[in-house]
């Protein structure tokens, strides 16, 4: 149904990319609704900050170097999307709606975990992924899933990725 990689990145390589996305030079741009403006998450707390380094396949940020390895990684033959959010923390753990990232579109999405804390990633079968830095969850891109808020660390920070991977042919 999905895969977990834990460690995915090496120490350097996560630190680089942890220390700037959390960093205070990291350009964040919020977003007035986290997943639909008629959501059924109180308007207060519908909302997000964004990154996007890739849109439409085409690269669209001057700091592609620190996803650079993140990329490797996951070896897309050709990548949709990849978008950062940061959610701020909440009193209370909110769940926000079921979705998928990239309409009328049949590849792997993946996510990427910057820092470690009580929120999570959730499939509708209930199954949840924890929030554990440096851990990577692929899926397919067709499956509906929803992220949530944290209430022990200042923000949740992940990495959304959307991309066909490479063809194995044998």
């Known amino acids: 149904m999905y895969n977990i990689a834990d460690n995915c990145l090496s120490s350097e390589d996560f630190l680089l990319l942890k220390n700037t996305l959390l960093g205070a030079e990291f350009p964040w741009?919020?977003?007035?609704?986290?997943?639909?403006?008629?959501?059924v998450v109180e308007d207060r707390f519908n909302y997000?900050?964004?990154?996007?380094?890739?849109?439409?396949?085409?690269?669209?940020?001057?700091w592609m170097s620190v996803i650079a390895p993140l990329i490797s990684i996951i070896n897309p033959s050709a990548i949709v999307r990849i978008k950062a959010n940061l959610v701020p923390v909440t009193d209370k753990i909110i769940l926000y709606d079921y979705h998928i990232d990239e309409p009328n579109f049949e590849g792997e999405t993946a996510i990427f975990y910057i820092n470690s804390n009580n929120g999570y990633t959730q499939f509708t079968d209930g199954?949840?992924?924890s929030s554990v830095e440096n851990r990577l969850l692929t899926f397919n891109s067709n499956m509906l899933h929803t992220g949530s808020s944290c209430t022990d660390q200042k923000v949740r920070c992940v990495i959304n990725l959307n991309y066909y991977k490479q063809n194995k042919l044998r």
């Open 29 to 39: 741009y919020l977003n007035s609704s986290k997943v639909f403006k008629n959501s």
């Open 48 to 62: 997000q900050f964004t990154h996007t380094f890739y849109h439409n396949y085409s690269g669209s940020s001057n």
């Open 127 to 129: 199954q949840q992924v």
